[in-house]
């Protein structure tokens, strides 16, 4: 069944380390997201995607980074982990949001950081 | 660039009666509108949408209108059930047409 994977979808690290986000989609999407989202609270757009090769930063600023080298795979990492990273992480796909094709999201990654 | 603004923040309805939850957007350009409705613990999930050529779209007990011309749109529940309570997102296309900008986001909870 299409849909989008995230791994790991919890964790908990110490301060400091790295830590690699996975997000991969079997929906056969362009464009891929990564939001930032505290539990019930707004979503934040950080980082988007429009294709192999392409990454842009999104509304909210943020300390991580992303690549897009394979369509399907959107990994998001953290050089450097510190408690203000602790939340919820949800990466997303579609096919294109300006033709009225809807956003899909993963299970999402909550990530705490002490 | 876009900004969408919802309200209200949280709602509380008894179990039957109706829900309402309204949004406007700043791009006049923008055409499609979609809400997503999380649940605790849960991904968001697409429950309905709308384009610009239609004014309103019914799917069961959940309908969506737009007023293109006030730049508003609104999620109407019918007949709320405990199993509606979740909080809901409406959203518009950001300005650069790949991406959605969502709004703050309304915690509703039906009481059985």
């Known amino acids: 069944e299409a849909d989008i994977y995230q791994t790991p979808r919890y964790l908990v690290i ?5 830590i690699t986000l996975e997000c991969s989609q079997t929906m056969g999407h362009d464009k891929m997201y990564w939001y930032q989202q505290d539990p019930g609270m707004e979503l934040h757009l950080i980082h988007y995607s429009y294709g192999v090769n392409s990454t842009e930063k999104g509304d909210l600023s943020s300390e991580s980074t992303v690549s897009r080298i394979r369509t399907e795979h959107f990994p998001l990492t953290l050089e450097s982990a510190r408690p ?22 993963g299970e999402g990654s909550w990530l705490t950081v002490v | 660039g876009e900004n969408v603004e919802q309200h209200p923040s949280t709602l509380s309805v008894q179990e039957g009666d109706s829900a309402v939850i ?14 997503y ?65 969502f709004g703050s986001g309304t915690r509703l909870l039906v009481r059985p």
């Open chain 2, 22 to 35: 309204k949004c406007t957007y700043s791009d006049s350009a923008s055409n499609y509108f979609p809400w």
């Open chain 1, 14 to 18: 110490g301060t400091g380390k790295k």
């Open chain 1, 84 to 105: 203000s990273h602790t939340s919820q992480y949800l990466c997303a796909s579609s096919a294109g949001v300006s033709s009225g094709n809807t956003i899909y999201f």
């Open chain 2, 37 to 101: 409705k999380q649940e605790l613990g849960k991904r968001p999930q697409l429950i309905i949408d709308i384009r610009s050529n239609v004014g309103e779209k019914k799917d069961q007990r959940i309908a969506v209108t737009l007023n293109k011309t006030a730049k508003h749109f609104s999620l109407h529940i019918t007949e709320t059930q405990p199993e509606d309570s979740a909080v809901y997102f409406c959203a518009a296309p950001g300005d650069s047409s790949y991406k959605l900008i």
